[in-house]
């Protein structure tokens, strides 16, 4: 293992010297910004459907967004259900909302083909909807799961009898089950945003999606410590301190993205 792991970070750092990859962190940072407001509003709709609001979903984030900025988003994202007239709205969001999943295709193609997958923009655009809608939905089960889970165990432990004993597992299970649902939801799209030619199979990606979910939390707890306790950026960016300090979070996760796709090629070619 130690063989293989050395071989890996070999194969990384010889193709990160692709020129290609100096500033793809920045473009997935910035589409990531363009598609998380049009993807909270598809989470909306589909928990206004079920009756729930985003609020339930925002109190299980671990996002270092300053007050401000939170207050902007709730009012920007109150839900009404779906109707004929806001059809257009959600086909927007949905275009919108895939940028992210878009750019991510075009880097992960171009890594596992070893650069000679550039890929058409059309059938791109059409893969980078899809794996979005299936991404939202993921997300809304991850909520579904956490806010009826408790309902569900207390209802079969009613009928048998064992109330207080899956009460007590539920306590301890409910965080490691949503923790496990990020991890699929990352590795859905880890699988099916590659073109078929460059897929490998849905075990393949899960180095990097553990990678990837992993190194995006101490990311976030890391920058957040970091921001709150040793820089004073205010004091460089004046009024657009918040904003600095989100786009800059964006940039590290995005790097955290685009090195999950690089353990799983290299996890591959050292197979």
């Given at each position: 293992?130690?063989?293989?792991i050395s071989?890996?970070?070999?194969?990384?750092?010889?193709?990160?010297q692709d020129p290609?990859?100096?500033?793809?962190?920045?473009?997935v940072a910035?589409?990531f910004?363009l598609?998380?407001?049009?993807t909270?509003?598809?989470?909306?709709?589909?928990?206004?459907?079920?009756?729930l609001?985003?609020?339930?979903?925002m109190?299980?984030?671990?996002?270092d967004i300053?007050?401000?900025i939170?207050t902007?988003?709730?009012?920007m994202?109150?839900?009404e259900?779906i109707?004929s007239?806001?059809?257009?709205?959600?086909?927007?969001?949905i275009?919108?909302?895939?940028r992210l999943?878009?750019?991510?295709?075009?880097?992960?193609n171009?890594?596992?083909?070893?650069g000679k997958d550039a890929g058409?923009?059309?059938?791109?655009?059409?893969?980078s909807?899809?794996?979005?809608i299936?991404?939202v939905?993921a997300?809304?089960?991850?909520v579904?799961?956490?806010?009826y889970?408790?309902?569900v165990?207390?209802?079969?432990?009613?009928?048998?009898?064992?109330r207080?004993?899956?009460?007590?597992?539920?306590?301890y299970?409910r965080?490691p089950?949503?923790?496990?649902?990020?991890?699929?939801?990352?590795s859905?799209?880890?699988?099916?945003?590659?073109?078929k030619s460059?897929?490998?199979t849905f075990?393949e990606v899960l180095?990097?999606?553990?990678f990837?979910?992993?190194?995006?939390?101490l990311?976030?707890?890391?920058?957040?410590y970091?921001t709150?306790?040793?820089?004073?950026s205010?004091?460089i960016?004046?009024?657009?301190?918040s904003?600095a300090?989100?786009?800059?979070?964006?940039?590290f996760?995005?790097?955290v993205?685009?090195l999950?796709v690089f353990?799983?090629?290299?996890?591959?070619?050292?197979?």
């Amino acid at each position: 293992m130690k063989t293989r792991i050395s071989e890996m970070l070999k194969l990384a750092f010889k193709q990160f010297q692709d020129p290609y990859y100096q500033g793809v962190a920045a473009q997935v940072a910035f589409f990531f910004m363009l598609s998380i407001v049009p993807t909270l509003i598809l989470l909306s709709q589909l928990l206004g459907m079920l009756h729930l609001s985003l609020d339930t979903f925002m109190e299980y984030l671990d996002i270092d967004i300053t007050p401000e900025i939170i207050t902007r988003l709730q009012k920007m994202l109150k839900f009404e259900s779906i109707a004929s007239t806001n059809i257009v709205l959600l086909l927007a969001a949905i275009w919108a909302a895939s940028r992210l999943q878009f750019t991510l295709l075009r880097v992960a193609n171009y890594t596992l083909s070893d650069g000679k997958d550039a890929g058409t923009f059309f059938n791109d655009r059409i893969r980078s909807i899809l794996t979005m809608i299936l991404t939202v939905v993921a997300m809304v089960l991850v909520v579904l799961l956490l806010v009826y889970g408790q309902l569900v165990i207390r209802f079969l432990a009613d009928k048998l009898l064992i109330r207080k004993a899956l009460d007590t597992a539920w306590t301890y299970l409910r965080w490691p089950v949503a923790g496990g649902l990020y991890l699929l939801v990352i590795s859905l799209n880890y699988y099916a945003l590659p073109r078929k030619s460059n897929r490998g199979t849905f075990g393949e990606v899960l180095p990097g999606s553990i990678f990837c979910a992993i190194g995006m939390l101490l990311v976030t707890m890391i920058y957040s410590y970091y921001t709150e306790r040793v820089v004073t950026s205010n004091v460089i960016y004046g009024s657009m301190a918040s904003f600095a300090a989100l786009m800059f979070w964006f940039y590290f996760i995005s790097w955290v993205m685009i090195l999950g796709v690089f353990v799983n090629k290299v996890w591959a070619d050292t197979k």
